[in-house]
């Protein structure tokens, strides 16, 4: 949520930072802002809006010097104004600094400050954080830039909240100062020159090897080089890493839009996910990052599925599956109330939570809660050098390369992949016979070659969304396996088009939603053929029956009744039913993508979103 750029060397700053600012624009995109230091002075320019309006800015009334930070905004603290866009500066208006999270006690600092004749510009909470850094070095005669460093740390150890942040002072030209709690921030490695970024693809473009700071962690930077140290004022070890991602990986490929590229990855992505995890000797998965012995998952009395969003949609399936193949309780817990509630785990209890960023605050602070009380906590994630990958027990990553569209698409598939994963392995360590491990193995191999056939249905699934692009309100509807797959398919299409979807189980339907049926309310429903497919067509008769339009995915060769009662239809593969989540889900992906263009909204960055949401 919200990007930074910083950079530090012998080039000019400005083109650098707002290219690196642009590759983050999918972390928020309310306003954005640059600031550069050059011969002792610096210059600051804001644009509410994209970057684009930045850049514009920028290119009417130009900025120079080698020393310069940016920023990206997603709104918390303050509406979307110009004055309330980063950098803000201090008292002096020689400190400039741009931030990633939430000060939560800055309305007391504030004050605090505006008791001894501190004027603030704006509403945000990042204007104060400045404003005590600013003070805290203005109290000293002494101007070196480890007096700057001390008043940093000073001012974070009055603040409560999360932050990344990166400072520049007037005083000191060729400097950077980063820090972070809860927010990422990474230090890329070049020749003469440093990065500072929120994210990393923001800076691949200049280098892959890099630091990614810890929590409470302060980086000095120059372009000679960096130091780390802690909030404490302790040393504090880098371990640079090399990056595995590339440029290109962070680009369109010639699709239009991010999103719509990231669907038509998925046959190579949940390939991916299985990679060299698949045994058929032992007819199981073989999945060593879990960090757990057979005897230990043996032991394993209870499962406790968290995550955000579409995140807890993948959780959701993967609840089914291992109750189906494991018969071991399991249960989903939202993230965000998983970490306030006090839900009785007895000591037996594994816990997984899955996010593809590892950054979502809520998803951190549930795992965090969790390994507090002694459960192993296991992480699965895309982002590999994430906080949660780094700070979790053990976990499966998806490597399913950078999803940059804001809604979540091969995540989804590389999660339900991988639970389907962790369910085989735990059900042959208990009653799972090696025949159906074999077989669930055969199925999972041919399932790539599946989603390439429901990828080729694209142009079918444009002419349905077309059709329907101008509802008002739709119903997603589905059972078991595919009732998480309704709670999806109704939040991408909400996410991404602004249309008033929900998801219900299929029967839910006459406890109340079938209120809601009406000629111009469509009702899609997930309906493959599987164990519970002639209930999922009384449901939809019930519909009918009432004049609704129905828009039904069925399996192909096996939908007669089907094609009787729906206006639309669309065909997937004839597939397992436990894989069935993987292929409805890519279709829905396609159906919300559709609307969305032909509502002309903006599919890679819906209003009001951010790819990766770091506050609570
Ligand atoms: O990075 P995470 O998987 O933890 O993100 C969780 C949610 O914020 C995310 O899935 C969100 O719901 C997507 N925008 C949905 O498309």
């Known amino acids: 949520m919200c990007g930074i750029v910083g950079y ?9 930072l707002l290219d690196g600012i642009r590759r983050l624009e999918y972390r928020g995109y309310d306003s954005a802002g640059i600031a550069t230091l050059e011969e002792g002075v610096i210059s600051i320019r804001k644009e509410v809006g994209r970057i684009d309006k930045l850049v514009e800015a920028v290119a009417r009334n130009p ?23 980063h950098p803000h500066q201090d008292r002096s208006g020689k400190l400039a600094l741009v931030h990633n999270g939430v000060i939560e006690n800055y309305a007391s600092l ?19 954080l400045a404003h005590l850094i600013g003070r805290a070095f203005d109290r000293s005669a002494v101007r070196t830039r480890e007096v700057l460093v001390d008043a940093v740390r000073e001012a974070l150890t009055k603040v409560t909240g999360t932050y990344g942040i990166a400072v520049i002072h007037s005083e000191f030209p060729g400097l950077i100062i980063g820090a972070r709690r809860g927010s990422p921030l990474v230090l890329g490695i070049g020749k003469g020159e440093y990065f500072l970024a929120s994210d990393v693809s923001a800076i691949v473009a200049h280098t892959r090897d890099v630091v990614y700071l810890n929590d409470y962690e302060i980086a000095l930077i120059t372009a000679e080089g960096f130091t780390l140290s802690t909030v404490q004022g302790e040393g504090a070890a880098s371990h640079v890493t090399k990056v595995e991602m590339t440029e290109e990986d962070t680009g369109k490929g010639g699709y239009p839009h991010h999103m719509l590229k990231e669907i038509h990855e998925q046959a190579r992505t949940v390939a991916d996910a299985m990679r060299g995890r698949l045994s058929h000797e032992e007819a199981t998965a073989k999945l060593g990052g879990l960090n757990m012995s057979n005897a230990e998952l043996r032991a394993v009395e209870r499962i406790v599925l968290s995550g955000c969003g579409t995140a807890f949609h993948a959780a959701m399936v993967g609840e089914y599956l291992i109750e189906h193949l494991a018969q071991i309780p399991t249960e989903c817990e939202y993230a965000s109330e998983l970490r306030y509630r006090n839900l009785p785990m007895t000591k037996d209890t594994l816990v997984f939570v899955l996010s593809q960023s590892g950054e979502t605050a809520d998803t951190l602070a549930a795992m965090r809660e969790s390994r507090r009380k002694g459960h192993r906590t296991l992480g699965i994630c895309n982002n590999v050098a994430s906080t949660i990958a780094r700070e979790s027990d053990g976990g499966v990553y998806m490597h399913a390369g950078p ?22 392995l735990l059900g042959r360590i208990r009653n799972l016979s090696s025949a159906a491990g074999g077989r669930i193995i055969e199925e999972l191999e041919a399932l790539p070659s599946l989603i390439e056939q429901v990828l080729k249905l694209e142009p079918v699934i444009e002419r349905v969304a077309k059709r329907h692009a101008h509802a008002k309100v739709m119903l997603f509807l589905g059972r078991q396996y595919n009732y998480p797959v309704a709670l999806e398919g109704a939040l991408k299409l909400k996410e991404i088009s602004y249309i008033a979807a929900s998801g219900h189980p299929s029967a839910e339907l006459k406890h109340g939603v079938i209120a809601l049926v009406n000629p111009e309310t469509p009702s899609v429903f997930i309906a493959p053929h599987d164990t519970l497919f002639s209930k999922n067509l009384s449901n939809i008769e019930e519909v009918k029956a009432r004049g609704g339009p129905i828009i039904a995915i069925g399996t192909e060769g096996r939908s007669e009744e089907l094609a009787k009662l729906c206006d639309d239809l669309i065909l997937i593969p004839d597939a397992p039913e436990i894989l069935t989540p993987i292929l409805t889900s890519i279709v829905l992906q396609f159906f919300a993508y559709h609307i969305a263009v032909e509502l002309g909204c903006d599919v890679d960055k819906p209003r009001n979103l951010a790819k990766s949401v770091t506050v609570e």
Request: proline content about 1%; overall charge neutral; glycine content about 10%.
């Open 403 to 424: 999803e940059i569209g804001v809604a979540a698409t091969k995540s989804f598939t590389s999660q339900v992949t991988i639970l389907v994963l962790i369910a085989l």
């Open 110 to 128: 504030r004050a605090m400050m505006e008791g001894e004749g501190h004027r603030f510009l704006s509403q945000t909470d990042t204007e104060v």
């Open 63 to 85: 900025i120079g010097g080698t020393t310069g930070i940016c920023h990206t905004r997603w709104a918390t603290h303050g509406k979307v104004t110009r004055e309330n866009a």
């Open 8 to 16: 530090v060397g012998r080039a000019e700053a400005t083109p650098i």
